[in-house]
């Protein structure tokens, strides 16, 4: 990014931001992503990571009426 490096690691299915040169490192503590459609950004340095693939069953985030 903009900033700098910033450093991933994939580990048991699931990928986590270990470092980045952002000033807050949210990033850093949105922990990790191994769901298909789940995100991680780190918005100053203009990073968005998505894990893709076929989501297993149906889980919901969120329901609303």
Known sequence: G???DTRLTIEN???RV???PCPQKICIGMGEAHQA???L???PNRIVIRVEGQAEGESYDLLSR
């Open 2 to 4: 903009p900033l700098g």
């Open 13 to 15: 299915g699931a990928v």
């Open 18 to 20: 270990l470092s980045s």
């Open 37 to 39: 459609g789940d995100l």
């Open 41 to 43: 950004a780190c918005v």
